[in-house]
């Protein structure tokens, strides 16, 4: 008896039924059983035979796809098992593919492929090194004698005890010891972050700092450092140029503090020429607190943003610069009549000199 029959020839078998053959004939003639016979009506019945092709790549299809999602769904749960926060050394993950092969029963390509992990990796039986176990006594030994000692240092003092070995492998077993240093961060007292105290009575105490960009009729570019001083309102430098470093911002103050002296504090945002190193060390030099506004919150810098506003409004939009010389001599004019003509609502009218001229009594 036949035991399978392709899709043609069951199409076949069924054509003669629906001929007028009867059912009894055809499954005696062919040795199927009448269910076989019957299940063959019920699924090809009124079909040809591409039809009944694409119907047997459809079920074989789902077959797969069956197959698939029910390996991803066990792939998913073992890695819910194993999974792990810390990245994990290769012995950690040769113990965790032995695990999973042993506990569900798959093979070691597909545990290897879970974890990770080559199979040469996880076959790999290291060996025992008695030479490796005593370089570590000696990088404990002496780290215990030097305790601020780096691997580099340590690879030095080892390489005077006779042990020559490559430095990279010195790393190796002083982290295998466990003997990395944390970085000690150095606290600066002259840097401050957030919203500044406001009470502030006198004079050449802080000093806000910003940016305030423009360009040119012809593209090119206008940056300004502007400075003012928070109590008297003063404009004290509109630095112009078509680009501005943190070493020119540094010698901008210098060039106020000798008129002014220096501040004992300075209120910028958090732009690279105010991140700066020279930024840095001329704040740590000159023992003048750096504070610095949040992130994002230009509001805490609200008096040298008011000024910015002033400054654009009655000056940059106000003029259409040919050149950069052009624009330098305009924005000074601009300096001088606001420190010395324009009255300041939050002065009393007064204008910024008049008003630091009262508060210093006169002199």
């Known amino acids: 008896m036949k035991k399978r029959y392709t899709e043609e020839q069951i199409i076949k078998i069924l054509k003669e039924h629906e001929g007028g053959k009867r059912a009894v004939d055809i499954v005696r003639e062919h040795g199927i059983s009448e269910q076989t016979f019957y299940r063959w009506k019920s699924k090809f019945g009124g079909m040809d035979v591409s039809e009944a092709k694409r119907l047997r790549q459809l079920e074989e299809e789902n077959r797969r796809l069956k197959e698939m999602v029910a390996d991803l769904s066990l792939d998913n749960k073992i890695l819910k098992d194993v999974i792990f926060k810390k990245r994990l050394k290769p012995a950690a993950k040769r113990e965790i593919a032995v695990s999973i092969q042993t506990q569900y029963d798959i093979?070691?390509?597909?545990?290897?492929?879970?974890?990770?992990?080559?199979?040469?990796?996880?076959?790999?039986?290291?060996?025992?090194n008695g030479e490796d176990k005593m370089i570590i006594e000696r990088l404990v030994a002496l780290s215990a004698r030097w305790k601020r000692y780096g691997y580099r240092r340590l690879h030095v003092m080892l390489q005077r005890e006779g042990i020559q070995i490559n430095h990279k492998k010195t790393y190796r077993l002083y982290k295998a010891a466990g003997l990395a240093l944390k970085k000690r961060s150095k606290k600066k007292n002259y840097e401050k972050r957030g919203m500044p105290e406001r009470a502030i009575a006198q004079p050449n105490v802080r000093w806000s700092m910003d940016f305030v960009s423009d360009k040119t009729r012809y593209g090119s570019n206008i940056r300004v450092l502007t400075v003012i001083d928070e109590v008297t309102r003063e404009c004290l430098a509109l630095e112009t140029d078509s680009s501005i470093t943190g070493r020119r911002v540094a010698a901008v103050l210098n060039r106020i503090a000798i008129f002014r002296g220096l501040p004992q504090e300075i209120l910028t945002d958090n732009g690279p020429e105010f991140t700066s190193n020279v930024m840095d060390a001329w704040a740590y030099d000159h023992k003048v607190d750096h504070i610095f506004i949040d992130p994002g919150k230009p509001m805490q810098n609200g008096c040298i943003e008011s000024f910015n506003g002033k400054f654009r409004a009655e000056c940059l939009d106000q003029h259409w610069f040919r050149n950069l010389s052009e624009a330098k001599e305009i924005i000074e004019d601009w300096r001088l009549e606001y420190n010395n003509i324009r009255p300041h609502m939050s002065l009393d009218n007064l204008t910024p000199a008049e008003y630091a001229l009262m508060i210093s009594g006169g002199s």
């Not at 093979?107 to 025992?128: F, H, T, V």
Request: glycine letters at 4%; one cysteine or more; hydrophobic letters at 25%.
């Open 107 to 128: 093979s070691e390509r597909r545990a290897c492929r879970l974890i990770g992990i080559s199979q040469n990796s996880k076959r790999y039986i290291p060996a025992d």
